[in-house]
């Protein structure tokens, strides 16, 4: 039998909303992460092989003496860049990447009140369908000992057949809406079952209701409206909206300023082969 909070927690560990909602939060780190290595130097290098038919370098060391040099070999190279200045693009894109993630962040709080509040509303259906069941099944079991009743009566002669037909024309009207609701409950606790990460298993909920407890004073639950917007991740998107086409508009300018960056080129290593050639 799982309770409310249990389908809760099991909603927010399996559902699907949350999975995705988790994705794009561990996504949006590490566009943080790749954004903020803008600051560091960029580093390139290059390494090249070369094969000549005969050396770049010839000279001739004695009559009849000849040596060919860099016939083949590698040339390697690295160079380094540090930005100075970008048009604010480095500064605008790390905040920028910091807003993803906070409205990442907003995104999964939103998902999972969205999770927890659909649960809530299987949770509460089933409920409702069960006691309802329980209602007419009590309401027929009434109508039974009543047509038994009447039956008598009619055998007796004392009341006539018109009254009988209209307590059995009830239990059937009964047992119709019976079988509706088993049809309505079967459908709540798959969908219930679904979206808690337990499709196709059985499942049945209970009400852990304390009814000794008085529940407590709606007035407990007034809050001013203007602090209670600061609470809705809504409303932290719809700002994070406004901050994100700020800056993507600073780095849009950004774009058009000229960029400052230092450098150094360095020469990695030569190698080459040497050939000698005497002739007589």
């Known amino acids: 039998m799982l309770t409310l909070d249990q389908c809760r927690e099991l909603a927010i560990q399996n559902n699907v909303k949350m999975h995705v909602a988790a994705d794009a939060l561990r996504q949006a780190q590490e566009e943080k992460k790749e954004a903020f290595t803008s600051f560091f130097p960029s580093i390139s290098g290059s390494l090249n092989w070369f094969n000549a038919r005969k050396g770049l370098i010839s000279m001739e060391m004695s009559p009849g003496v000849e040596m060919s040099l860099l016939k083949n070999g590698y040339l390697g190279g690295i160079t380094a860049m540090q930005p100075v200045f970008a048009g604010g693009q480095i500064v605008n894109g790390n905040r920028l990447a910091q807003v993803g993630v906070d409205a990442a962040y907003q995104q999964s709080r939103l998902s999972e009140n969205e999770v927890v509040e659909t649960v809530e509303q299987y949770y509460w259906q089933v409920i409702s369908l069960k006691e309802k069941l329980l209602t007419i099944t009590s309401v027929d079991t009434l109508l039974k000992h009543i047509e038994a009743d009447v039956q008598a009566a009619v055998d007796a002669g004392v009341t006539r057949r018109n009254d009988l037909l209209e307590v059995q024309l009830r239990r059937n009207e009964l047992r119709a809406n019976s079988y509706n609701l088993e049809n309505a409950l079967s459908l ?50 719809l700002d994070m909206n406004v901050k994100a086409d700020e800056l993507k508009v600073k780095m849009a300018v950004g774009e058009n300023l000229p960029s400052v960056a230092v450098g150094a080129d360095g020469l990695l290593t030569i190698l080459w082969t040497s050939q000698m050639a005497i002739g007589w």
């Open 188 to 237: 709540c606790h798959r969908l219930l079952a679904q979206y808690i990460g337990m499709d196709g298993q059985p499942i049945e909920v209970s009400v852990d209701i304390d009814m000794t407890v008085l529940p407590p004073n709606p007035e407990s639950f007034i809050v001013d409206h203007e602090g209670a917007l600061d609470l809705l991740p809504e409303a932290h998107l």
